[in-house]
C-alpha cells in the first residue's frame, strides 16, 4: 500500500506557472512508476503525464507536452509536475497516481491522491 498527498495547486493567471508535489508514504517509492492526471467538472479524469520507476523515461498527453514537466527526487519519495505557460482550460483537480510499471500508471494506476485544485484565470 502506498499513500499520496498532492500540493501545490492554486490559483494562477494565463500564461503562469505552478509546480505540483506529490509525498508518497507507505512503500518503496522507487518500486512504483508515477503519474498525474486531472478532472474538469463533469469529466472523465485523464491523463496528463507520467515518469518511470528511475526518471529515466517519460510520457506527456498532447494537450500538455512541451509545457508540463514530470519530475522525480527518489531520495524525497516525491514526484513533481512542473506546469509551466497555464491556460484557463488547464483548470481542473490534479490527481497523484502510482502503479507497478509505466503502462499501468497511464492507464489504470493502482494507486491515488486526493487531488489539488488548480484555476487558471484568463
Known amino acids: 500500500q502506498v499513500q499520496l498527498v498532492e500540493s501545490g495547486g492554486g490559483l494562477v493567471q494565463a500564461g503562469g506557472s505552478l509546480r505540483l508535489s506529490c509525498a508518497a508514504s507507505g512503500r518503496t517509492f522507487s518500486d512504483y512508476a508515477m503519474g498525474w492526471f486531472r478532472r474538469a467538472p463533469g469529466k472523465e479524469r485523464e491523463f496528463a503525464a507520467a515518469?518511470?520507476?528511475?526518471?529515466?523515461?517519460?510520457y506527456y498527453a498532447d494537450s500538455v507536452k512541451g509545457r508540463f514537466t514530470i519530475l522525480r527526487d527518489n531520495a524525497k519519495n516525491t514526484v513533481y509536475q512542473e506546469m509551466n505557460s497555464l491556460k484557463p482550460e488547464d483548470t481542473d483537480v490534479y490527481y497523484c497516481?502510482?502503479?507497478?510499471?509505466?503502462?499501468?500508471?497511464?492507464?489504470?494506476?493502482?494507486?491515488w491522491g486526493q487531488g489539488t485544485q488548480v484555476t487558471v484565470s484568463s
Open positions: 515518469i518511470s520507476w528511475s526518471g529515466g523515461s517519460t
Open positions: 497516481a502510482a502503479g507497478y510499471t509505466i503502462l499501468e500508471v497511464t492507464a489504470t494506476p493502482g494507486y
